[in-house]
């Protein structure tokens, strides 16, 4: 069944290939109908591959083969929780790996410029803490981060 709500990812031809890395990469994800084009398009020809049904973490999404057109930028990301640094290290460093780019605050970018914040569970726990100057302190050393430094947020909290 279609869901009544899917985002949808314009590719430039590279929607099947994005689709699998993220089935690789993060659990509770697939590829999906693979659709081919029924005629010619601005973008490609009759048979061509059109678009990829697929989910991210449980997230139905459509990755369109619209072509170079439009590009992908960091108003719009995936953010991902993760439950340890473990799991932090492992997404963050398969996003970068595959020709993506680190970024700040627990943000990377993905070879195909779709945006990602790696984000412990600790660290929302950190800058929601009722301390406020916990919260503070937890906040400022993100700041200061590319990926997210589990044991460094924890201590920035604990002062």
Known sequence: MTPKNTI??????TALEAARFYADTFP???????????GDYPAGKQGD????EFTVAGIPCIGLNGGPEFSHDEAFSFQIATDD???T???????????GQASVCGWCKDKWGVSWQIT?????AAIADPDRAAA???????????????AAIEAARRG
């Open 8 to 13: 949808c990812l314009w590719y430039d031809g």
């Open 28 to 38: 509770d994800s697939a590829v999906g109908t693979i659709l081919y084009a029924p």
């Open 49 to 52: 591959l059109l678009t990829v």
């Open 85 to 87: 640094q473990a799991e």
């Open 89 to 99: 290290d492992r997404l963050w460093n398969a996003i970068i790996s595959n020709g």
């Open 120 to 124: 412990p569970r600790a660290l929302i």
């Open 136 to 150: 503070k302190r937890a906040f400022d050393a993100m700041m200061q981060m590319g990926k997210i430094d589990i």
